[in-house]
Every structure is written in structure tokens, then in C-alpha cells.
């Protein structure tokens, strides 16, 4: 029998992601949204502390485990931006909240810039209960460069527009599989699982 975890996100790529990853270690991983839980608050300005609000939330609700991932693009060119707004950057200008209005934002913002670096980041947090005292959290970091012109129709977020130098191909242009080995959040879920092993290595 699977170990139940409720993902503090209704991202149904994240939940994809998620599932092919840690199923295989025998965590069943089910959205906040199937259980009837309300997205949360996230209203600080650092990764592990929005991960962390959102797994308290999930796990609240729902008096199960929870894991919430806070993620997203930090361009160095912009100070990090858009960072932990990486979600809602167009919105926060006055534009819609969608993959394609943030990506266009993106670009219009790094208009001149010669420094293209950034990278993808991913903090996961796991609570065993709403009020552990001892959350497990787990970082990974992806390199990569924005070019201005998409390529891929996999992935998404910015996916299409962020290249990987060593590979010669934008995120949306890796196949599933790889990008699930080698991404900031593969990085992450395989600290996450390693530090978890106590927890689900005998769920039954």
C-alpha cells in the first residue's frame, strides 16, 4: 500500500513531476485541489518560507502528510527576479497570470541586457504533521541561460525559453524523463527522499 501525501499545489506538471519521481519510492503523492483544500497565503519573500506555509496549510486541512515545493526562475541580470513571483510576474504588472504573459514580461524585462544567466530553483518542504517541529526541506539548483525566442513544446512555465548550455536544448526541448532526472527539482526530491527514508522506507 502506497504512503498518502498530500501536494500543497493544484500545478498539475508539478503533481506529474512529483508522482513519476517519489512513486517509485512508494508515495502515493494526491493534489490539495482533489481533497477540497484551498490554495494558501504566500506572502513571503523567500522560497522555504512560502514551501513551508503551504505544506502547514495542506496538512491542516487534511490531517495528513504534506510536501509543498516553492519554486521558480532567478535571473541574475534582474536581482532574482522574478524569483518567488515567478508564478504571477506578468499579474504583479498589471498583466494575466499565465505561462505565456509571464515569459513575455520575462523577455521585455531583460530587453538590453547582455547577461543572460539564471537559474532555476526548487525548496521542498515535508511535514509529517501541521505543527512538526522538524520539517524536511531539500534545495536544488539548476543552471541555465534565457534566450529570447521559445523553442520545446514540453515542460512549462519557462520552460521554452531557458537553455541549457551543456546540453544545447531549452528545458521544453528534454523529454520528460530526462528532465525528471536532471532538474532542480529532481536535485531536490532526491536529497527530499534520502533524508524521508526513515519516515516511508517501512509505510505499509
Not at 24 to 36: D, T
Request: glycine letters at 10%; hydrophobic letters at 45%; a negative charge.
Amino acid at each position: 500500500m502506497l504512503h498518502k501525501v498530500v501536494l500543497a499545489s493544484n500545478n498539475a506538471g508539478k503533481l506529474r513531476e512529483f508522482s513519476a519521481i517519489l512513486g517509485a519510492a512508494g508515495i502515493e503523492m494526491v493534489s490539495q485541489g482533489q481533497l477540497g483544500v484551498s490554495e494558501a497565503e504566500e506572502p513571503f519573500a523567500t522560497f522555504v518560507e512560502n514551501a513551508l506555509a503551504k505544506a502547514r496549510h495542506a496538512s491542516r486541512a487534511t490531517g495528513l502528510p504534506a510536501m509543498a515545493d516553492d519554486s521558480g526562475l532567478c535571473v541574475n541580470a534582474l536581482n532574482g527576479a522574478p524569483g518567488v513571483y515567478s508564478a504571477r510576474y506578468a499579474a504583479l504588472a498589471g498583466g494575466e497570470k499565465s505561462d505565456a504573459a509571464n515569459n513575455r514580461q520575462l523577455i521585455a524585462q531583460l530587453d538590453g541586457q547582455a547577461d543572460r544567466s539564471g537559474f532555476y530553483v526548487a525548496v521542498l518542504v515535508y511535514l509529517r504533521f501541521a505543527d512538526d517541529p522538524t520539517p524536511v526541506i531539500a534545495q536544488g539548483r539548476w543552471e541555465g541561460e534565457i534566450i529570447d525566442h521559445p523553442r520545446g513544446d514540453s515542460g512549462f512555465g519557462y520552460d521554452p525559453h531557458f537553455f541549457i548550455p551543456s546540453l544545447g536544448k531549452t528545458v521544453a526541448e528534454l523529454a520528460p524523463a530526462q528532465k525528471n532526472a536532471i532538474s532542480h527539482r529532481a536535485q531536490a526530491l532526491q536529497r527530499l527522499l534520502t533524508a524521508l527514508q526513515p519516515d516511508v522506507g517501512g509505510a505499509t
